[in-house]
């Protein structure tokens, strides 16, 4: 992530793209330093790009004047130590989530980043993508009428490593370095339910480890202890109920590897990473069940494409730039709604999701927040 979405198609788009076009008409231009912990690794990445700065030392780089903004892409469970430090430092922050393992941690970090004043971001990458987008359109337009229902998929299969390398770092597996599917994915739905249809107000959820052993980037076989597959019902404000599968554990028979389809009384649609379908009341067909004769209704060809109607860039380079306004107090972008204290709300429907998979219980958001 830090590499391939935050650097290349990011900030160094940005770079050479002339800077961020600012509402004046001029263009404020980006200057990364690259942080890690292996100085020829960062050395071959900023020749290659070009990048004149890069440490080894963070908080050398927390203490030069010249870097107002610290970027976190570093694996979960290294995050909230360094977010402590670039706040005490008084950087401003944009860190990938979730934002820290526990909820008292990522709320603490929250009120630390307020009470020092420190503007801060955390990745909403899914609600800049397109399919998303058009679906919020539809939404804002009223299309929907009273919305009653969301079921969303979400997966695809990593493979274990064996007999094919797997597609995704293998602290994914292992709930001791962070990983973990509901970790990973759950911030992610609370902010999409939460900003198209209704904050999340109790959640179900059953997590699994299908696959309890896997092959890690060395060769070496290691026991899978985190969840690969997650199957939670989310019920929003205001009555909609929000189904989501969540899997590294299933093959795709889908367009794209997100989908989720919203039922409405005056309409559906059904949209995934770029593409969204819609179909009105008025078009709706009137299926009839009969199990002794084909279906006669092409279900497929009764929805009609929901067109783009402009142009969309990379979902992490939109938001970054809208944080960097954000960073730069442009007009219209004094308050930042995709915060620490909504980063915070993911991490706490990622705790309520486990804990709900372990008690085999409905938990309430309210009943959390209050105890
Ligand atoms: N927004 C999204 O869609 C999305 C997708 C995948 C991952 N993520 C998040 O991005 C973060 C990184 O995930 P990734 O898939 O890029 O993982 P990764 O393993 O590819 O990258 C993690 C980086 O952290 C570094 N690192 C590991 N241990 C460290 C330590 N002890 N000290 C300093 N650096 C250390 C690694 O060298 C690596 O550069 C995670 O928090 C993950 O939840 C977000």
Redesign the pocket.
């Known amino acids: ?2 590499y391939r979405q935050h650097l290349v198609r990011s900030i160094l788009a940005i770079r050479d793209s002339g800077g961020l076009l600012l509402a004046d008409g001029s263009r404020a231009q980006v200057r990364p330093v690259l942080v ?2 292996n100085r020829a690794k960062l050395a071959e990445i900023a020749a290659r790009h070009d990048v004149e700065d890069v440490s080894t030392d963070l908080d050398e780089v927390l203490s030069d004047d010249a870097f107002g903004v610290y970027g976190d ?4 469970s ?2 909230a130590s360094a977010l402590r430090r670039a706040i005490a430092a008084g950087k401003a922050i944009y860190t ?3 934002t820290a393992e526990t909820h008292a941690e990522a709320v603490e970090l929250a009120e630390l980043a307020q009470r020092a004043g420190v503007k801060n971001g955390v ?1 909403h ?1 899914k609600l800049f993508l397109p399919g998303l987008l058009k679906l919020k359109r539809l939404v804002d337009s009223g299309f929907f009428g009273r919305i009653l229902s969301v079921r969303g998929e979400f997966g695809y299969w990593v493979f274990e490593g064996d007999w094919q390398p797997a597609q995704r ?1 293998s ?1 994914n597996y292992r709930a001791q370095d962070g990983g973990g599917i509901v970790v ?1 994915m759950f911030p992610h739905w609370n902010y999409v339910l939460e900003h198209l249809f209704g904050p999340v107000e109790a959640v179900y959820a059953r997590a699994v480890t299908h696959i309890d052993s896997r092959v890690d980037e060395a060769g070496q076989r290691y026991t899978a202890t985190a969840d690969d597959a997650a199957y939670g019902i989310f019920e929003l404000a205001g009555g909609v109920v929000a189904q989501i599968n969540s899997s590294w554990t299933t093959r795709v028979h889908r367009d794209e590897l997100v989908e989720f389809h919203v039922d409405g009384t005056h309409g559906s649609a059904v949209a995934g990473l770029f593409h969204c379908e819609a179909q009105p009341r008025v078009a709706t067909p009137k299926p009839v069940w009969n199990p002794d004769l084909p279906d006669p209704i092409d279900h497929r060809a009764a929805w009609t494409t929901v067109p783009d109607n402009a142009e969309t860039e990379n979902g992490f380079r939109a938001q970054w730039e809208g944080f960097l306004r954000h960073v730069l107090d442009e007009p219209g972008h004094e308050t930042y709604p995709f915060d620490l204290a909504s980063g915070a709300r993911g991490v706490l429907l990622a705790e309520l999701g486990l804990r709900s998979s372990r008690e085999g219980r409905r938990l309430t958001v309210a009943d959390e927040v209050q105890a």
């Open positions: 992530m830090g890690g912990r892409f570093l694996v979960t290294q995050r990938e989530k979730p990745v990458d770092p602290w990973d």
